[in-house]
C-alpha cells in the first residue's frame, strides 16, 4: 500500500501562505490518486483537492477553488498542496490519502475509499 509523510504544517496570519508536501514511499504515483484531506476539531474529515497525476486530473472542494493549487513532482515522489490567501476557516489537521482504484473520479472526496494515509500536519490559520 505504500507510505505517506506530510510536513509544511504551521501558524500562519489570515491572508498568508503554506506550502504542504505529501512525500510517498513504495506507491507508484503513476497508478494512483492522491487527495488531501483536513479536519477541522469536533468536524468531520473533509476533501479538499485530488490528484491523478498520470493524467493531471484536479478537483477541489468549492471553498478552495481559486486559492488553492494541487501538484506532484513524480522525480520527487511527492504532491505538494500550495495555500494561498489562507482563512481561518482553512485551520484543521491536513492529511494526505492514496488509492488506486477511483482515480479522482466522482467520489473522490470519500475518505472510505482511501486505504493509505499519512500522519497529518497541522495548520492553523490565526492573528
Known amino acids: 500500500q505504500g507510505r505517506l509523510v506530510e510536513s509544511g504544517g504551521g501558524l500562519v496570519q489570515p491572508g498568508g501562505s503554506l506550502r504542504l508536501s505529501c512525500a510517498a514511499s513504495?506507491?507508484?504515483?503513476?497508478?494512483?490518486?492522491v487527495t488531501w484531506f483536513r479536519q477541522a476539531p469536533g468536524k468531520e474529515r473533509e476533501g479538499v483537492s485530488c490528484?491523478?497525476?498520470?493524467?493531471?486530473?484536479?478537483r477541489y472542494v468549492d471553498s478552495v477553488k481559486g486559492r488553492f493549487t494541487i501538484s506532484t513532482d513524480n522525480a520527487k515522489k511527492t504532491v505538494y498542496l500550495q495555500m494561498n490567501n489562507l482563512q481561518p476557516e482553512d485551520t484543521g489537521t491536513y492529511f494526505c490519502?492514496?488509492?488506486?482504484?477511483?482515480?479522482?473520479?466522482?467520489?473522490?472526496?470519500?475518505?472510505?475509499?482511501?486505504?493509505?494515509w499519512g500522519q497529518g500536519t497541522p495548520v492553523t490559520v490565526s492573528i
Open positions: 490519502a492514496a488509492e488506486t482504484t477511483g482515480l479522482c473520479g466522482s467520489n473522490w472526496y470519500l475518505s472510505r475509499i482511501y486505504p493509505t
Open positions: 513504495g506507491l507508484n504515483l503513476d497508478y494512483a490518486g
Open positions: 490528484i491523478r497525476p498520470r493524467v493531471n486530473r484536479l
